[in-house]
């Protein structure tokens, strides 16, 4: 084959390539939707609906509980991993800590980014034995935070990195301490902290993995700090593989539910972005 | 000319300061903490498992069964590993070839479409790819595929989830390649060309080695990623704790076996350290995979410098 | 000529730490007069900068730098004291290079000292604060209306006024000026000197520029630091038109005495930057001007 078949050849197949996965996402999304849609059509109220008493088995009334644990769970998680998030990054900035330790610790949060799910629900676990309590709310929120936090860390930190070196330096030049700069540091950054915290927030409401074990998979409404609770994906989890078809139309409702959430958060996320970015020098044109 | 400010303000301002200095401190050392913490628990509470049975005995034997005390670790290793490969096997040329697409060939407004569908689809959970797997893919491979084989397969097994986590994986992996790619500057470019190179001479000898380093990372965090995931082969993989003898066999893959198996024997002590050294064995796994990466990396990067 | 000084360094050495070590500024002993504006020329990477942000220990905000020496506001020196950097800047001014709004509203803008140091009793004093300041700029006729949008709207020239307003509303006993019209248009830069014009008999200003046109329309002493060191320092009018030392003449020969380009630049290459959207590792021990 001469150099220009090869060439066009290998163009198609990039193209081809790129078509298939496009392809194969919007399938993805499209029977999530389709599927979902349709069982939340024939019954909207499943939505905000307590199960009721047979609901494992005969999926009746609806799958609130889960709406809620994911709500109360995702929730608390975000704000403890979005301060220490916060916190973590503005300490890696140069003006706090030197560029080797920054540097370290960066090593360890790409660690901690790069670790499954899992273990973190697996860690969470031992925790929770090791106290003598049981798998509950508090537990969960505990480990999606812990799950979160590289996560959200990564983010900021690359949010305040990339805010202008002068917006310090005039802020210092003003006679401000170290912690009144972070804070304007943090102002310049905003946008990408702010997309950077729903990412976060987008990331935890679809984890199951690390929930399945620590928040106790329950099939009742929450209703205690120290309850178990179940949240949407382990609903869906937890119903998709079940015998009963009641049961498994509501799985395919809660994805439906969840896939509009996390896509909405991403829209909102960028849309944030946007508005934020008329009072960061740069801004508008950004 | 003004003197000096109020001091007591002054003195507010500094105590603020000092204070906000502790916390960010405290701050900045969690991450190690956060790690040394997470080891440190699934060494210790690995102990009384490893400290009654021998490590290599449990890693190669193949007979699971947690009430009888047998910890035979091997069918959800094999399983683990073969869903990896598979996955990446599919999953990375077709997660290159798109990156190289997105970053060489889209253009305008089909560029920025196709990129942020996929930055979109690398935040979609897990278990949702799982269910419409269930609804799409088990049927496919049960009803069409194995036949066509010659196998009776059900359509849950290996095949199975290596497809879905190739699916589930590559928007990340393109992403990342993307990064790697458009971080190049266009002058690389612009003198292979300018020598009168082809596009696809161009990518493949100029291209793909400057971006190598980062590529190459992009596809160990893929492979780590399909290594430590739970939900969708904990979904999909028939949870048989046997070693699979075919694509189309129903097998385990580590995660799965915490999941599936552990649930009401959590209460037995030496079953817990049990699942507490899977994770701590997924766990050194990723981690060196991902050590290894970043590592490689920087001599890649070195060797390949441009 | 007024002879006080109003800051003064002594035995000034800063040298950046790193892979190598790199002395930027070698012993230096200048003083500058009070309510006087002092133009630092030289050609670029002589430490012209560095000495600048010596002067309110703005380098303590990097690492990898070693300052030895002493500088002295009025009689007290500012690094071997009580007080806290803070305080010290609050008195020494600092505006950079780049033009760069704060993310907040323009009055937002000229307050955020005055809030920060509590110079105030009142809203109303605030408003007035923020008013006269603006009104010294020439901006107040053209944001009195908008105060409340966002100041990265204004144009490059107007923020520069309004990062002189900012620094001046904290009433600093001295204010760094760092090439401030360097990023600045031709027209742009004409008003920004313009203010400063008007303003340097109620202040002492501190100048680094790269442009010997500005230093000879805005001076009223001159500094020549070449290769950190302190060549030749005098008033503006001996030091161009009779000036001592060989590399003074030969610095000042080769930039356009006779030529004039206009307005400011006279070596489009030398120092006008970036913009503040440039690369974060800027940030690290670069051995600039």
Known sequence: MDRYAKQRAFGVLARAAAG?????????????IFRGGRVLLADPSIVISPPGSRY???????FFHAVLGSALIVGPATVVSMVLALSTATYLQSDYSSERFSDAVNMFLNVLWATPPIVYGVFVLTIVIAVGARTSLFFGIIAISVFQYPIMTRYIDEALRSAPDTVRESTYGLGATRFETAKMTARAALPGIVAGIIMGFARGIGDAATVLFTAGRSTNMPNGL???ATTLPVLIFDNSMSFNEEVRAHAYAASFVLI?????LIVVSRLLAGRFAQYVPGGRHA | ??????TSGLRRRLRIERLSELWLRLAGYFAIALFVLIVFTLVHRSLPLLSEYSVVQMLTSTDW????????????IVGTVYVAVLSMLMGTPIALLTAIYIAEYAEGRTKTLVSSFIDVLAAIPSVIFGLVALVVVVPLVGNYLAPAVGSSATGLGILTVSLVMAIVVTPFMISLSVESLEALPDELRETSLGVGATKWETIRSVLLRAAGPGIFSAVLLGFGRVFGATIVPAMLIGGQTQIPDSLFATGQTLPTLIVSDFGELMSIPITQSALIFVGLMLVVVVWLFNFGAMVLQRRLRRRWQY | MNETPAIRTENLSVTYTGNEDVEAVKGVDITFPENQLTAIIGPSGCGKSTLLKSLNRLHEIQPNVEIEGDVLLGDASIYDTDD?????RRRIGYVPQTPTPLPLSIYENVAYGVRLHGEYESSEELDGIVETYLKKVNLWDEVHDRLDTPAASLSTGQIQRLCLARSLAVEPEVLLCDEVTSALDPISAERVEETLVDLKDEYTFIMVTHSMNQARRLADDVVFLYLGEVVERGDVRSFFEDPTHERTKQFIGGHGAGADTGDGDDDPDDGAEKSPYGSAD????????
């Open chain 2, 65 to 76: 069964d947690p009430s009888q005390n047998s910890f035979g670790f091997l069918p959800a």
């Open chain 3, 282 to 289: 800027q940030r690290s021990s670069t051995p600039a001007k």
């Open chain 3, 84 to 88: 806290p950097a803070p305080e010290i």
């Open chain 1, 20 to 32: 298939l996965v496009v392809f194969v996402m919007a399938v993805v999304i499209g029977v999530t």
């Open chain 2, 1 to 6: 000319m003004v003197e000096s400010t109020d």
């Open chain 1, 226 to 228: 120290f309850e178990p």
């Open chain 1, 56 to 62: 494992a088995l005969e999926g009746t009334g609806g």
């Open chain 1, 260 to 264: 509009v959430v996390v896509l909405g």
